[in-house]
């Protein structure tokens, strides 16, 4: 495990904990942190976090080069040391890995070239930047021996499935109930990234329709009738739309109209029939169907999961 100051505690401790859980009926893991020069360093809230090992002296076989994600990974990626040290452990090590941030200081060190890869969602763009093949929506990707994990919480689910590949589904089932986390979950990132998730536009007709569209989803946005709010041609504006946003108009006004149906479903008690009329979706199935294709959950699933803790 590579740390580094500002860790995301959680971004470590997860993982770890996943593989001690392991060691239960019989060792199978060892874990040792490591750092440049081996001393402590700072990770979330202040805590310190004592090394075990130095990245610049090992020279033993590696099973799993796993580097860590927070809020330091930019420091991290620009240490031109660091690089270098994971660049030769990992020809030590059987696989690599980085979970949240910790994938942007991989592809800094050129191991992710070649690979899908996934981060948190708030740092695709990081990852895109370094010319990644990036998956936004994955929890995790493993791609050969290379395997990336989406924020936080997200290490512990790559670390169950480490497990499953060196020992099998039952054993990785055991330490989910254990640390009570689901196995797998449903549904991939956008359930947790519904909004902010379009790219900023320069151009400032498309802006100001984009702006339209969400502040009122239940129009009828068809292209032609986005066009002329852009004031261009059907065609050009659908060149434009297209290249702009990485989608088509149709696909962002579905997602604007899954957006606002998220806002519904979580503040309020109305029906799914009423929050489909509100956010532009002419029934609860076709609502049903959007959330299916956009965030790989229900709309009764995203309102269990997010409207509330169940501490009432």
């Not at 032609?224 to 696909?251: D, L, N, T």
Request: net charge neutral; aromatic share 6%.
């Amino acid at each position: 495990m590579v740390g580094y100051d500002r860790t995301a505690l959680l971004d470590l401790a997860g993982p770890i904990e996943v593989f001690q859980a392991a060691n239960y009926s019989e060792p199978r893991y060892e874990v040792t942190v490591a750092t440049l020069g081996g001393g402590p360093f700072t990770a979330t809230a202040g805590v310190r976090i004592e090394a075990g090992a130095d990245l610049r002296t090992l020279d033993r076989p590696i099973d799993t080069l796993l580097v860590v994600g927070g809020w330091g990974y930019d420091e991290a990626a620009s240490d031109a040391v660091l690089m270098t040290n994971l660049r030769r452990l990992a020809l030590r090590s059987r696989r690599v890995a980085g979970v949240c941030t910790g994938s942007v200081v991989l592809a800094s060190a050129g191991l992710l070239r070649g690979k899908k890869a996934t981060t948190h969602w708030a740092f695709t763009g990081e990852l895109e930047n370094r010319g990644v093949d990036v998956e936004p929506d994955a929890i995790f990707v493993c791609d050969g021996e290379v395997s990336t994990s989406a924020g936080v919480t997200a290490g512990i689910d790559l670390a169950l499935a480490m497990v499953e590949q060196d020992h099998g589904p039952a054993l990785a089932r055991k330490i989910a109930q254990y640390l009570v986390v689901f196995l797998q979950r449903s549904g991939g990132q956008s359930q947790f990234s519904v909004h902010t998730r379009a790219k900023p536009v320069s151009d400032g007709s498309l802006r100001a329709l984009l702006d339209d569209i969400h502040a009122d989803p239940t129009r009828e946005w068809t292209v032609p009738v986005m066009a002329r709010k852009a004031m261009m041609s059907v065609r050009h504006f659908a060149r434009v739309f297209s290249r702009s946003m990485g989608i088509s108009p149709a696909q962002y006004v579905e997602r604007a109209r899954v957006e606002a149906a998220a806002d519904r479903l979580a503040s309020t008690g109305d029906s799914l029939d009423l929050v489909a009329r509100q956010s532009g979706f002419g029934s609860a199935e076709t609502l049903r169907r959007a959330f299916l294709r956009v965030l790989g959950v229900s709309p009764g699933s995203y309102r269990a999961r997010f409207r509330t803790t169940g501490v009432a």
